[in-house]
């Protein structure tokens, strides 16, 4: 039978000319074979006849896509097994097998997401359909003559077929190769995250017609630009004829640095660490660490990640100052190139405009721009996920430099995981990264006599620790960072003798404590005594946060006594500078971080940080309601390796010591989630383990098993902040009686509702992720005990993508959220 070869992807698209649109844009960002292969079989299963049909509104019977093309796969590389296993080196039929599922995998899953492979199609009802329709309809399904015609590729044709029974099939592909996996399981699993991360990116480009490269377009303009401000910048700071011996520190600090890092590039090093004190201006010295490195190695994009909201906003002002264009991706920042493309839109209602916003929307989406700034979890989590819209940043983290601030804000679990992990994808994608902290863990891997699928230092083989760009030891000795004095206060404290003795002390002060219930008790036992006393948690909207900081700034400068009592929010990234900090007992690193509050600027001959253990009336530590099981280690150390006094050039062998005992006292790759109603994210953080996470009430899952029996599916489930340990209410406050948010973005949801065209609903929802970004500064985030909600305030309207809306009734720009019993709530 003689067929017509013609049929489209996409309306009014050829597949011929989509396929190899996909194969293209995948080998630009992967050489792969696997990858290669899924893209020129991954939709060949639209030469159904129904899919065709179903193009042109027509619905005529099973018209799906996906698994055909893998039957089509399958029937190819069998047939032509010989030529495969020559051409890529297989040398087994295990070998073979296994190259056969991954790129099945890719090809079946690319409009979903990456599953483990034990069961990539274990029991697939879609796939014993896909073969059923297949061998009813072979005479149909020209896929074998498509395959040499028109793609012209040289091979044995093949047939529709396998065996008698459908599920023989299935049966093939479920035999899960677990011999040739271990041969090189993290080589395997990296393999298969890039092939499908440059595949779904391919083809979603080459559907949606988008061709441009943002990245390629802008970074040779990014690179010289970053070169030329750094080095105005810098010629300012040593023309300033008041400079300070804390800046003549920072600059050597900084040229350390750049000498370090070029010692380093020399014996082809990929991942660096920064190890400075708080205040040593790391942040300039991180850019110009990536300035000598793009020096050396070209035109690399940056990536610049920290923990927390409040810093993103810190370091896009700085790099705002070096480069007119930086993307600042997270949940707050509203995207101005996306805002400008939706104005040109609103103006003139263009197909032209309306692909505009689709194109920038993406360029968001997957990281393609040369300079980003973004938190711990979109990076974090896009490094190790499964999940299709995750993996679309991926290939925009080739050829990139990491600069990873304050990485001790990771949970201790994942220190040396990630560490091990960075440094074999940096090899792997000609990256560099560099991991920055006053409070450096210890990154090398212990061996430990355990489940070989758990061992870190068997699946890491080729794991280098990271080499310390600078003599760190010897500028945490210098007087210029010896700027406070940390007194352990012997008794334990309740609310009345905290108040007592900070009200004792005739200055400023900054009082640290573990939770939002203590914040509050203490501040209302304080207001009223002292002038200038004000409050900050989580309970306040983010703009309240920044006018609390500000105003607490404001006051130091102005040489006025303020009382600013804060949650660990306040702890990193924070550039406040008090005479005296008060910290409750808690670990190490936030001690260290908290101090890093006082004399920040070494204005004072010394400052003064109280080490304290708060109690409860009862006399129950208020520390262990936060840092439970295993996190009491870390408050034992505290005790223990604190003494009645030490200065902050002493703490440097302390921390060594106490990052010494988690590495030895962990097991990476396992971390047990707790299950108390209690437990909060602070907790989650100080735990000992390492990788493993709760994935439902009884199970835990740890990331080097799930790397050496290739489990996607089950590392995906991983997430920086857990959403186990309780559930999470969004807010938003409203400015007055005439804030009409709501009905803006109801009048948006609506308008959604009744779109029926594709681009235009992208386009809405765009708009709406942007307006919600609009609303962020009024918006609330609190992690509630699920057990009891009674209470949290109740809306005045109905809820909208799962924000609350509330009057000012229930808040106050002084004390926060209004809440009946704040024990319940989360930090």
Known sequence: MVHDLTFESHPGKLLEEHIWGVHKGTLQSSSLPIAGLAALFHDLGKINPNFQNKLHGKSTGYGNHSYLSVIAWVNYALINMKDIMMEHGLKTQEEFSLFILQVAVLIGKHHQNLPNFEYAFTGSEELIRATEFAKENVCDLPISEFVNKTLKLDCVSFELKWGKQSNMFVSFLSKYQKKAWKQAPLKFFMDTQESFSALIEADKKDAGKNDSYFFNETIETNTKQLAINLTSTFDKFDQNLDISQLNILRTQIRFEAIEGVKKGLLNDERIFTLTAPTGAGKTFTMLSIADEIRKQKGNLGIIYSLPFLSITEQVQKIAEELLDDVMSVNSKTENERIRNAQQSYENNQSAENLT?????????????????????????????????????????FKKRIFLIDEVQALPPRLYIFFSAWLDEFCRRNDSYAILSTATMPKLTIPIKDTDEDCRADLLFKDYTVPNELIDCKKYFAEDIFNRYEIKVLSDQQTNESLVNHILELDGSCLVILNTIADTKNLYNELIGKSENVLLLNTHFIPDDRTRIINQSQDLLKANQKVILISTQLIEAGVDIDFPIVYRDMCPLPSLIQSAGRCNRNNKLDKGQVYFFELVSDNGQSRAKLIYRNEGKRFLDFCRKEIPTSINENQLFDVQ???????????????????????????????????????????????????????????????????????????????KNEMDECYEKLNKLLNELKLQTDYANSKRLKIKISDYIKKLSGRILNIRVNKYNKAQMPEPYQDEILGIKFISTNNYSSTEGLILDNIENCFL
């Open 356 to 396: 505009e916003i689709l194109k920038e929307d993406f360029i968001q989406n997957t990281f393609d721009h040369p300079f980003i700034i973004t938190t711990f979890v979109q990076f974090f989590e896009s490094l190790v996920s499964n999940k299709n819209s995750t993996l679309l940043k991926l290939p925009n």
């Open 656 to 734: 060594s010591k106490f990052f010494e005992s988690i590495q030895q006292n962990l097991t990476i790759g396992e971390f047990k989630v707790l299950s108390s109603s209690k437990t909060d994210s602070i907790s989650l953080q100080q735990n000992l383990t390492i990788g493993e996470f709760k994935a439902d009430k009884d199970a835990s899952i740890n990331m080097v098993k799930c790397i050496n029996n290739a489990e996607f599916e089950s590392m995906g489930k991983f997430k920086l902040i857990n959403n186990d340990i309780g559930d999470q209410v969004q807010y938003y406050i409203l």
